[in-house]
Nanobody
Framework: QVQLVESGGGLVQAGGSLRLSCAASGRTFSDYDMGWFRQAPGKEREFVAAISRSGRNTYYADSVKGRFTISRDNAKNTEYLQMNSLKPEDTAVYYC???????????????????WGQGTQVTVSS
């Protein structure tokens, strides 16, 4: 497994932006597909975005498409989630995750990932 540490969460007003980072260690970062999931209080964890090992392919939940951008820098062993036009409903704990995905639909399945960060809180005020 790879060790993951998120950073960049915080409190922001609606319409604002935040950039989350996820630093990876312990394994070869470019061997892993990466993703972001989130969990709001009282709700199940949900898929946000994912990116393939090379960075060539990205996937987004409909709720964030056009507002969030996932990226990675394999030289820095880091994944990013740029979040723009934030809404109160984006409030959640955001988790970075890593795994080896072999079917494109599995990017949205949290059970296909085997390494998780500790999470970072994002709070969007109205």
């Amino acid at each position: 497994q790879v060790q993951l540490v998120e950073s960049g969460g915080g409190l922001v007003q609606a319409g604002g932006s935040l950039r989350l980072s996820c630093a990876a260690s312990g394994r070869t970062f470019s061997d892993y597909d990466m993703g972001w999931f989130r969990q709001a209080p009282g709700k199940e964890r949900e898929f946000v975005a994912a990116i393939s090992r090379s960075g060539r392919n990205t996937y987004y939940a409909d709720s964030v498409k056009g507002r969030f951008t996932i990226s990675r820098d394999n030289a820095k062993n880091t994944e990013y989630l740029q979040m723009n036009s934030l809404k109160p409903e984006d409030t959640a704990v955001y988790y970075c995750t890593a795994g080896r995905i072999y079917y494109y639909m599995d990017y949205r399945n949290d059970k296909k990932y085997d390494s998780w960060g500790q999470g970072t809180q994002v709070t969007v005020s109205s």
